[in-house]
């Protein structure tokens, strides 16, 4: 069973595992996985959004990341990371208040999230809908 794990290991760079855990090792070409996103919906009254995320890359040196968000008419409403180097293997993760780039309160809704790393090679998204309930 042991070689057969690691055998896929080898082949697909991961593998998922029980209790939606995620095996993942350095030289996984670049992609984003086990996006969560918590509280959804979150009230920005009792705290911001928890964004985690996790970059996989052949660079083990890191990505570049950005991270927006918008609305449901695909406005701009917040740029929460705009080009910054992230660690690939590892869980990272942003906030938001719930507020846009102006700094006002954003109104009841979903809200659209990109995640989008680049490296040397290419580049990967992920879009996620987070609910805002004032």
Not at 30 to 59: H, M, Q, W
Not at 89 to 102: F, L, M, Q
Request: with cysteine; aromatic share 8%.
């Amino acid at each position: 069973m042991k070689k057969l794990f690691f055998a896929l290991l080898l082949i697909f760079g991961f593998i998922a595992l029980p209790a939606g855990y995620t095996a993942l090792h350095a030289g996984s070409p670049i992609g984003i996985s086990s996006c969560n996103i918590a509280p959804n919906p979150f009230s920005p009254e009792r705290g911001p959004v928890s964004i985690k995320y996790v970059c996989t890359s052949l660079d083990a040196s890191g990505v570049k990341a950005t991270v927006k968000i918008y609305n449901m008419a695909g406005k701009l409403v917040k740029t929460v990371v705009d080009g910054e180097i992230r660690p690939v293997i590892t869980v990272n993760t942003e906030t938001w208040d719930g507020r846009d780039d102006s700094g006002r309160m954003c109104l009841n809704g979903r809200y659209l999230l990109q995640i989008e790393i680049e490296d040397a090679v290419g580049k990967a998204q992920s879009l996620s809908c987070i609910g805002l309930v004032r």
